[in-house]
């Protein structure tokens, strides 16, 4: 059980706690360089400085997603990353060669995610033509009728002389060129090419012909780097969001399009992001990188409420059932403190993580019991504010696609300026010199965490309708430059740790009058 302590200052929050907990200092976020989407090449040339490191940096300097054509009807698009191929597991640069294939753990992890998606229906799959691509689009596709269409544009990105290198054989044969593409990809130079600005490119070439097609959910299997700016071009993101939003082996990433009533360019949310065969907590490098600070996002269970009360009132059985499947999937990190909004759903989500985190270190007769400590931030409390809003429900129960898109612009506000404060005193937390390998794990309704995001993607308000979570979901932010630099985002709104109560990727998204 959670007690109120004594509160604690650490600027305007307050903290209710178990333990004694020191004051939290707020910290200033980083300065950022942002491009939009539309920016030609000749002034992202310009605008280049070889002597920073641009593509850790990131500006909310575009207030809107990216445009398309008018939609008729919504469309729901599926983007897949290839199953590990014999150069990921040699470590070799790929490119857009076409000489690996798929490994046995590639070929296993294509018939998990053609498990994984087996009742979605789909009503067409694209699919890069590039041999590891096209075997992971077949595992997946299998029986379905419809043709498989191959588009030469859906390739990797062109690394030209780099393709078929070694990372010590790239360091070694290029050098300054090579740390470069390491530390600076959108500025990255190779044979008179800039491959991260051509591939942003190639994806905005490939979204006007997979939005053209007549086609309510589409399947695209492809690779890393073209998915990741498959995902960024969608939502309007320049080339310094390369490496920041993660496609992992046979990750899945979820977009929707929907009609706006006036015409103009499509509503456009990412639903999730990067849902891989396995748990997106175990081990693994981001963007290449080991990361030891770490912040996890989990979206409280269902609740019985059907209104803006939905945080305020315990789970009902699925949201108990959601908050232990959430709980098990974190036993694979060492979770020290988990801090959450003072509500009763976010504090009995807590409450599961914690108690299963110290029954898994105490199963021996000798063990000695780990106490996780529980901490309240009501900067995560975003209770007050949808209570005044006249949206029917914002239950996370009912929560569809791009439901945000029709909130009040002044709650908005008020929702966005609290969890700025909130992210601010999460970093603060992250930076706590004491823990090397640090991990805050952090409980909150929906709309708090994808507030939580946006801030860490150092965007505007006007994002925040971009972004879908679920009940039970967990979204995982890395951080291998420290709490000072910029995010790598493992995954976004993740579910498949709730096994048969997780929603199906490919539910139909919701109709023009919902919006």
């Not at 998606?117 to 033509?129: A, E, G, Q, R, V």
């Not at 029954?359 to 007769?365: S, V, Y």
């Not at 709309?447 to 860490?456: A, E, P």
Request: hydrophobic content about 35%.
């Amino acid at each position: 059980m959670l007690s109120a302590g004594a509160p604690l200052a650490g600027g305007n929050n307050l903290f209710l706690h178990r333990n004694n907990f020191q004051s939290f200092k707020p910290i200033a976020t980083t300065s950022f360089t942002f491009r939009s989407i539309s920016s030609t090449l000749k002034e992202l040339d310009t605008s280049s400085s070889p002597a920073t490191n641009d593509d850790r940096k990131l500006s909310p300097t575009v207030t809107g997603t990216a445009s398309f054509p008018p939609l008729k009807v919504a469309k729901r698009v599926v983007l897949v990353r290839h199953g590990q191929s014999t150069w990921n597991a040699e470590g070799r640069i790929q490119g857009s060669s076409d000489f690996s294939v798929l490994t046995q753990k590639g070929e296993a992890q294509a018939e998990t995610s053609r498990q994984m998606l087996i009742d979605d229906s789909f009503d067409i799959c694209f699919s890069s033509p590039l041999k590891r691509s096209k075997r992971t689009a077949d595992v997946i596709w299998d029986s379905r009728k419809a043709e498989i269409l191959t588009d030469y544009d859906l390739r990797e990105i062109d690394l030209y002389s780099f393709q078929g290198l070694l990372k010590h054989e790239g360091i070694e044969k290029y050098g300054p060129a090579f740390r470069q593409w390491q530390k600076d990809a959108p500025n990255f130079n190779i044979d008179g090419h800039y491959p991260v600005r051509e591939l942003w490119d190639r994806a905005s070439s490939c979204w006007k012909k997979i939005l053209a097609h007549d086609s309510g959910s589409v399947l695209v299997v492809a690779h890393n780097a073209v998915n990741q700016a498959l995902v960024a071009t969608a939502m309007g993101f320049g080339t310094e969001y390369f490496r920041v939003l993660l496609q992992s082996n046979c990750g899945v990433s979820v977009l929707d399009f929907v009609p706006r009533p006036d015409g103009g360019s499509p509503y456009i949310c990412l639903n999730r992001l990067n849902q891989t065969p396995s748990s997106p907590i175990g081990g693994g490098s981001s963007a290449g990188r080991k990361a030891s600070k770490r912040i996890v996002l989990v979206c409280h269970g269902l609740t019985e409420a059907s209104n803006a009360d939905a945080g305020d009132t315990s789970m009902n059985m699925l949201g108990t059932i959601q908050s232990q499947k959430t709980a098990e999937v974190l036993l694979d990190l060492n979770v020290k403190s988990i801090i959450s909004s003072p509500r009763i759903a976010p504090t009995e989500t807590a409450n599961a993580i914690a108690r299963v985190q110290e029954a898994a270190d105490c199963l021996g007769a000798d063990c000695v019991p780990r106490y996780v400590e529980t901490k309240q931030l009501k900067d995560l409390d975003v209770h007050d504010i949808l209570n005044r809003s006249k949206k029917e429900s914002v239950n996370a129960s009912s929560l569809q696609s791009g439901w945000v898109n029709g909130f009040e612009d002044e709650l908005l506000t008020e929702i966005w300026d609290r969890s700025g404060a909130a992210w601010k005193s999460l970093l603060d937390e992250l930076s706590n010199e004491s823990e090397p390998d640090n991990i805050v794990v952090t409980v909150g309704h929906p709309i708090i965490n994808i507030g939580l995001l946006t801030h860490c993607l150092n965007l505007t308000k006007d994002w925040i309708g971009s972004f879908h979570l679920d009940a039970g979901s967990i979204t995982v932010i890395d951080f291998p430059d420290g709490p000072f630099g910029r995010g790598v985002v493992r995954c976004i709104n993740y579910s498949a740790h709730l096994g048969r109560w997780s929603i199906p990727i490919t539910r139909p998204t919701q109709s023009d009058e919902e919006f």
